[in-house]
């Protein structure tokens, strides 16, 4: 069974463009997940979405968005992009969204941004 | 704000040596806790969870073990093999929160030598 999967593997990007990253969660999977990484943090909640709406926001700016598809999928935008936005965003899925449900991590999207 | 920090950022463990991995968290009201291990170029891979109701979980040669008073949980992995070098986080959230609540910590790098 294929697991999450991210797409580009790596982004480089200059300040002001926007960047578009992608993620198909594992089959049967309706919940997707945005977290933020950059060097030397934690993961950050960026976004939820589950059953193809947004269930949750991090403490992000609205530059930050995304959606999901009705097959699932997910794609987060990233808009105005500044520096410290360079990062490696990880998308991760699990069944329903529910408590206690487990995260399945893709392998990520590595951002430069120049 | 609630936080959860690692004590330490880098453990160095020889090869069949026990490695423990500590983790302090701040919300007392945290009902749930994971470690996920990270491999270099990839996600986070979840290994062992726990719930505040039990003090100590076992898995394949991993061990967590959860100190509710000090708000202090550990990882302990037996006769420590080179696979498992990597960065290990613990994550924690309320038992009531869906996976857009969990709280990483920053990580701890364990490099397991020859």
């Known amino acids: 069974e294929a697991g999450v999967t991210q797409s580009p593997t790596h982004l480089i990007k200059t300040r002001g463009q926007q960047a578009t990253l992608r993620c198909s969660p594992i089959?049967?999977?309706?919940?997707v997940y945005w977290y933020q990484q950059a060097l030397g943090l934690g993961l950050q909640f960026l976004l939820w979405?589950?059953?193809?709406?947004?269930?949750n926001r991090g403490n992000f700016p609205p530059r930050f968005s995304g959606r999901q598809f009705p097959n699932y999928s997910s794609e987060l935008n990233v808009n105005a992009l500044e520096l410290e936005d360079s990062a490696l965003y990880l998308c991760?899925?699990?069944?329903?969204?529910?408590?206690?449900?487990?995260?399945?991590f893709g392998s990520g999207t590595q951002l430069s941004v120049l | 704000g609630e936080s959860v920090g690692l004590h330490l950022p880098t453990l160095s463990v020889q090869e069949g040596d026990n490695s423990i991995i500590n983790c302090a968290y701040s919300?007392?009201?945290?009902?749930?806790f994971i470690w996920y291990k990270q491999e270099s170029g990839k996600g986070p891979q979840f290994i062992i969870d726990?719930?505040?109701?039990?003090d100590k979980r076992q898995g394949q040669r991993v061990t967590v073990l959860l100190n509710k008073t000090v708000k202090h949980l550990s990882l302990q992995i037996a006769a420590t093999q080179p696979g498992d070098s990597a960065v290990y986080f613990c994550?924690?959230?309320?038992?009531?929160?869906?996976?857009?609540?969990?709280?990483f910590g920053t990580g701890t790098r364990l490099q397991v030598t020859l």
């Open positions: 089959s049967g999977h309706t919940s």
């Open positions: 919300n007392s009201a945290s009902d749930y």
């Open positions: 979405y589950d059953e193809g709406e947004e269930r």
């Open positions: 991760a899925s699990s069944v329903t969204g529910t408590v206690g449900e487990k995260l399945f």
């Open positions: 994550a924690e959230k309320g038992d009531t929160g869906t996976a857009s609540k969990l709280t």
């Open positions: 726990i719930r505040s109701n039990m």
